[in-house]
């Protein structure tokens, strides 16, 4: 369909009944920020006449599409918001964006180049990063709150076997993300094991960024090109019909809906293909594929869905697969948005902001671990996992651990 | 395999998915957004049970007096946070300070204190979007000529960074705000100041009845807001709002968690694109999730897309459709009227049902999908407006929904 055509259409099913702006979480925090109807649809007709906002108002979107999966009428606000703020961007309106905050965004839109860099010495670069005063040396030269909850690094998540697309048993690719390549590997290396242990040759190709973090600082551009270079690595495999798996929330809806709009082999394909790590697993379990043979798991679990994993559109398919684990409780706690979204909150002029966005939930997990209703928390997302375990000081991973338990494997 | 899909994750579908969950149903709600019940005022209406039970197809007609009475009481078992009596009416404020009458309320709601008042506090926060206060007096004026009405202005550090930017604050932000752990502790700070203030008039002008009016407050389903009102020394009333509504927000909100907190799972954000059905039967629905459509399948399915305005019956120049699947509508030979705020007929537009809430068709009266039930606003035959009865539709059908899961 043509894109103009279809974007007028979109805009007039808004019936502008502020149910986004009432449920958007920066909104709520920020009065500079007019909230989600006012630059998306709102500020669209406008657009559509040539006139562009200031695009200060469009920054502060956290891209979190809290106000898309709200929309009682399929209103596609941030990607309103989005393309308004790539525009702005190529038509170099900067809206007097100091050099330090155009500077920063490069670097956080980066997490592929940090990780490289952060992974080659991880223990030093975590010992570098915990000193306080390198620290608000960066808060001051590059805007990263000093407060705000970096990532540790970790020994880095290496690529797996090619494996051969002809010869296929039961293959799947696994796309780690950089929170799992160069923060997290362990959690990499259980999807592996989860996966394995239900038959499947697991290929790991050397990834790049997803473009996430690149699109969230606005280098579309960029995004686009690390699209083209991914699914350069995925199109033999996509065109064997093996699935893409990843294990991240926002890799994930990346991979879903930016993904099959870039011109490339394999992007007519890769929506059909990729599965969230546990939305893969169900589908087994439907279909009578998944081993099931669990041991008990003794534990009381407070759920946090990601807003990426909500935008997806597929439910919570890690509530479903935990359930079926004997013993394992599961309290989906529905309080909203943890704040951090991606790189929102490392800014250092937003890290209040993320914390108050985050607030509501990190009361829900206090409270609920203080009245006995669970003993820690699960989500997909890595950065809601560092962002949760910050705001209310309680463990929080990724749901395959769980799995792991049930399964009775480890990642030795 | 779910045991029910509900499409529709507004009153009647939240509804019915607590009452199957409860019955040890796992149950899936597919809701394209967050609800209509955000733009509701958070009450529950009746209307006339009896006399529109005696009204031809009436959704009440097939159901019964009864089984509006026992979804009424399940209701309020289920949320003791509501009041009423069945076959009374409460009373509420509107955002405009007027009586409204209806069936039940969330306690901080319920109006009645104000009968008797003699002197009538209202509260007015700074700033804060669609409320008029200036308004609301002469109303409270008009209606309680017994009671002296002053105005009670304040402002709240929170939203300071608004009131400096002239930017109003909405009322659902208020109203979460005093739900928050550092509002309770202001607003009991704020009210014993009043009462300090007034007890300091007080000694000149004796004891009189004193009630204060709240806009932008929803004490219900917060133990701990509660409590620190019932400490304070005369009786606070919450009042209706504008869209969008905390007071209906907080009753979604609720409905959510319970659901949840049953093990259903709620999709919002999705809606359904087309349904698989063998027969008179229907097994399995198809939503468009982000890449690919997601298959859902279920042995029983509930219709509760909302009608016209919750976008389950779309109306075109051409034609009406029903959109999920496909059934035929009911829909009044005259359409509208002139007058506005009257009586307009294509209110009753719907699904014709029988007892067992499942589609039929109208000639023959055959069942067309044994396994579909319509509910809430889905259905034919009965006008909200009018006869005020959109709550106890929704929750009659709601409930006998979750029952046959």
């Known amino acids: ?412 | 395999m779910w045991d029910g899909i509900i499409v529709g994750g507004g009153l009647a579908g939240l509804l019915a998915g607590i009452r199957a969950s409860e019955r040890g149903k796992r149950i899936l709600i597919i809701s394209e957004g967050v609800g209509s019940l955000t733009y509701s005022s958070g009450v529950v209406d009746f209307g006339d049970v009896r006399r529109l039970a005696g009204q031809e197809k009436h959704p009440y007609a097939l159901l019964g007096e009864t089984l509006v009475h026992t979804s009424a009481d399940y209701f309020q078992v289920l949320f003791p946070d509501y009041e009423g009596e069945w076959g009374r009416n409460q009373e509420v404020l509107t955002p405009l300070g007027s009586p409204r009458r209806c069936g039940m309320v969330p306690k901080g709601l319920n109006a009645k204190a104000l009968r008797d008042a003699q002197r009538i506090v209202l509260m007015a926060p700074e700033g804060m979007k669609d409320f008029f206060p200036e308004v609301i007096k002469a109303n409270l004026v008009k209606i309680h000529p017994q009671a002296s009405v002053e105005v009670y202005p304040f402002r709240l550090e929170r939203f300071e960074p608004w009131y400096a930017i002239g930017k109003p604050v909405m009322g659902m932000d208020y109203a979460k705000f005093w739900r928050s752990d550092l509002g309770i502790a202001v607003i009991k700070d704020l009210l014993n100041r009043l009462a300090q203030e007034i007890n300091t008039v007080q000694r000149i002008a004796g004891s009189e009845k004193l009630v204060v009016v709240f806009p932008g407050l929803v004490a219900g389903f917060s133990a701990s807001l509660r409590n620190a009102l019932s400490e304070v020394p005369f009786p606070v009333v919450e009042m209706t709002s504008f869209p969008p509504s905390a007071c209906g927000q907080t009753l979604y909100e609720t409905l959510k968690r319970k659901f949840r907190v049953l093990g259903g799972e709620l999709l919002v954000g999705t809606g359904v694109k087309r349904v698989e059905l063998q027969g008179k039967v229907c097994h399995k629905v198809i939503v468009p999730s982000k890449g690919r459509d997601t298959e859902f399948s279920a042995r029983s399915f509930v219709l509760a897309t909302g009608g016209i305005f919750g976008g389950g019956i779309e109306v075109t120049p051409d034609a009406s459709r029903e959109t999920v699947f496909g059934l035929p509508l009911f829909i009044p030979s005259e359409w509208t009227r002139a007058e506005f705020l009257g009586e307009q007929p294509y209110a009753r537009m719907g699904i014709e049902v029988d007892r067992d809430l499942r589609p039929i068709a109208s000639g023959s009266q055959e069942v067309i999908l044994e396994n579909v039930r319509v509910v809430g606003r889905m259905l034919a035959h009965w006008d909200p407006w009018l006869e005020h009865c959109g709550g106890g539709v929704s929750l009659a059908s709601g409930w006998l929904a979750g029952e046959k899961i």
């Open chain 1, 1 to 412: 369909m043509d894109f103009e055509q279809d974007r007028v259409k979109n805009l007039d099913a808004c019936i502008k009944c502020s149910a986004c702006t009432a449920q958007c979480p920066v909104a709520a925090v920020y009065p500079l920020f007019p909230g989600p109807k006012s630059v998306g649809p709102d500020a669209e007709r406008f657009r559509l006449e040539g006139l562009e906002l200031d695009s200060k108002c469009l920054n502060y979107c956290s891209n979190c599409k809290t106000c898309e999966v709200t929309c009682p009428s399929g209103v596609k606000i941030t990607e309103m918001i989005l393309r308004a703020r790539e525009k702005a961007q190529q038509t170099g309106q900067k809206d007097g964006e100091t050099i330090q905050h155009q500077f920063r965004d490069l670097v956080l839109g980066r997490a592929e180049y940090l990780g490289k860099l952060g992974t080659i010495w991880p223990s030093m670069t975590n010992a570098v990063l915990g000193i306080s005063l390198m620290r608000s040396l960066m808060e001051r030269t590059l805007g990263i709150g000093r407060q705000a909850p970096l990532p540790a690094y970790k020994p880095k998540f290496k690529a797996l076997g090619a494996g051969n697309p002809a010869t296929a048993r039961k293959q799947v690719v696994y796309f780690p993300g950089c929170f799992v390549t160069y923060n997290d590997a362990s959690t990499g290396k259980a999807v592996v094991k989860v996966l394995e242990h239900n038959g499947f040759d697991v290929i790991v190709p050397s990834f790049h960024c997803c473009g996430v973090p690149l699109q969230a600082t606005g280098h579309f551009r960029e995004e686009r090109a690390n699209a083209r270079k991914n699914l350069a690595l995925m199109d033999p495999y996509l065109q064997a019909n093996v699935p893409v798996i990843t294990a991240c929330t926002s890799c994930g809806l990346a991979l879903k809906e930016e993904y099959p709009k870039v011109e490339a082999l394999g992007a007519e394909r890769i929506g059909r293909q990729v599965y969230d790590l546990f939305e893969f697993l169900w589908g087994l379990h439907e279909r009578g594929e998944l081993r099931e043979e669990f041991q008990e798991v003794s534990v009381s679990l407070g759920y946090h869905a990601p807003c990426h994993l909500k935008a997806q559109g597929i439910g919570t398919p890690a509530v479903r697969l935990l359930r079926l684990i004997p013993e394992v409780r599961v309290n989906d706690l529905d309080a909203g948005c943890c704040g951090l979204s991606g790189s929102f909150g490392f800014k250092q002029e937003r890290y209040d902001l993320a914390m108050q966005i985050g607030n509501p939930l990190f009361s829900q997990v206090k409270r609920g671990v203080a009245e006995g209703d669970f003993e820690t928390m699960t989500t997909e997302c890595g950065g809601c996992q560092v962002q949760i375990q910050h705001g209310s000081g309680i463990k929080t991973e990724h749901p395959v651990w769980i799995l792991m338990q049930a399964y009775g494997i480890t990642t030795e």
